[in-house]
Nanobody, 119 residues
Framework: QVQLVESGGGLVQVGGSLRLSCAAS????????MGWFRQAPGKEREFVAR????????YYADFVQGRFTISRDNAKNTVYLQMNNLKPEDTAVYYC????????????WGQGTQVIVSS
C-alpha cells in the first residue's frame, strides 16, 4: 500500500511561485501514474495535473494554462508540482494521489498542503 505526504505549500503573493512535493512510501510507487488535485473552500476537489509512471507523459487541467509543471523522481518516490504565476483562484489545499484512467484511487487521501495566494 502506498502512503502519501504532501508538502511545500504556503502563503505567496499573486504572481509568485511554489513547488509542491508528494513523498510516497511503498514499493509500488514507480508503477503508478500520479496526479495532483486541489480543493478550494466550499468547492469539490478537482483535478490539476497527472504524470505517467515513466514520467514522459503529462496532462493538465485547462485552468493551468502553462503555469504549472508536474514531474517525478522515482528514485526518490516523489512527485512534484511547480506552480508559477499563481493567482488568487489557485488558493486551495493540494493533494496528490495515484491515478487510474484519470481517477484517484488511493484511500485515504493524504493531509494535503495548503496554498494561499494573496492579492
Amino acid at each position: 500500500q502506498v502512503q502519501l505526504v504532501e508538502s511545500g505549500g504556503g502563503l505567496v503573493q499573486v504572481g509568485g511561485s511554489l513547488r509542491l512535493s508528494c513523498a510516497a512510501s511503498g514499493r509500488t510507487f514507480s508503477s503508478y501514474n500520479m496526479g495532483w488535485f486541489r480543493q478550494a473552500p466550499g468547492k469539490e476537489r478537482e483535478f490539476v495535473a497527472r504524470i505517467s509512471w515513466t514520467g514522459d507523459i503529462t496532462y493538465y487541467a485547462d485552468f493551468v494554462q502553462g503555469r504549472f509543471t508536474i514531474s517525478r523522481d522515482n528514485a526518490k518516490n516523489t512527485v512534484y508540482l511547480q506552480m508559477n504565476n499563481l493567482k488568487p483562484e489557485d488558493t486551495a489545499v493540494y493533494y496528490c494521489n495515484a491515478v487510474v484512467q484519470g481517477a484517484p484511487v488511493l484511500r485515504p487521501w493524504g493531509q494535503g498542503t495548503q496554498v494561499i495566494v494573496s492579492s
